[in-house]
């Protein structure tokens, strides 16, 4: 089963700014079957990026997501007070063993 | 639009059973895998079970192999989690959620608003 390990735990920015979220695995991600989705606060979690960087219907050009192998980032440029959130980065490419990362919080001040 | 609606969450004892539907609506049910995915209080996302569309692969995590059965009713556009041998530690928002590929890719593009189920005595 593939850890994944996300960092940092926390990023506090403010609007207009850039975020710059890390993902890593503790083995090479099958086919870069790497998602990251959105979770705010009492609400169920969103798909923003599939296979590494395919953005998902519907999202902002503000979200990009990078990398292949062990190593995957999210990005997110002019950041948004709506954009304060819980990010968390999934494996998917080792069916049947699907794991989350522990997520990465973005507070926008 | 897609529609993705949990219901059966509720207060069990250690060691009893609940199941847990949900009805999609929306897209092509029987072309896509269901999932489900819970969340502890204030703690991350576990991925439970999956399902394939037409049946040729059910999936569990360690954690609820051997305790919980997902299945589902391509007719009526459902899916269900069967869980015995409940423990404090199954205590969790429950998600039902739309596997986005086409090809059984196990990633999750449309997700309920969640169930929780509290287990305690």
């Known amino acids: 089963e593939t850890v994944l390990t996300q960092s940092p735990a926390t990023l506090i920015l403010s609007p207009g700014e850039r975020a710059t979220l890390s993902c890593g695995a503790s083995?090479?991600?099958?086919?870069?079957?790497l998602a990251w989705y959105q979770q705010k606060p009492g609400l169920a979690p969103r798909l923003l990026i599939y296979?590494?960087?395919t953005r998902a219907t519907g999202i902002s050009d503000r979200f990009s997501g990078s990398g292949s192998g062990t190593d995957f980032t999210l990005t997110i440029t002019r950041l948004e007070p709506e954009d304060s959130a819980v990010y968390y980065c999934?494996?998917?490419?080792?069916?049947?063993?699907?794991?989350f990362g522990g997520g990465t919080k973005v507070e926008i001040k | 639009e897609v529609k993705v609606v949990e219901s059966g969450g509720g207060l069990v004892k250690p060691g009893g059973s609940l199941r847990l539907s949900c009805a999609a609506s929306g897209f092509t049910f029987g072309s896509y895998s269901m999932n489900w995915v819970r969340q502890a209080p204030g703690k991350g996302l576990e991925w439970v079970a999956s399902i394939s569309g037409s049946y040729s692969y059910i999936y569990y995590g360690d954690a609820v192999k051997g305790r919980f059965t997902i299945s589902r009713d391509n007719a009526k556009n459902s899916v269900y989690l069967q869980m015995n041998s409940l423990s404090v530690e199954d205590t969790a928002v429950y998600y039902c959620a739309k596997g986005g590929g086409r090809y059984g890719e196990l990633y999750f593009d449309y997700w309920g608003q969640g169930t929780l189920v509290t287990v305690s005595s």
């Open positions: 083995q090479s991600v099958s086919y870069n079957y």
């Open positions: 999934q494996d998917y490419g080792r069916s049947p063993a699907l794991t």
């Open positions: 296979e590494a960087s």
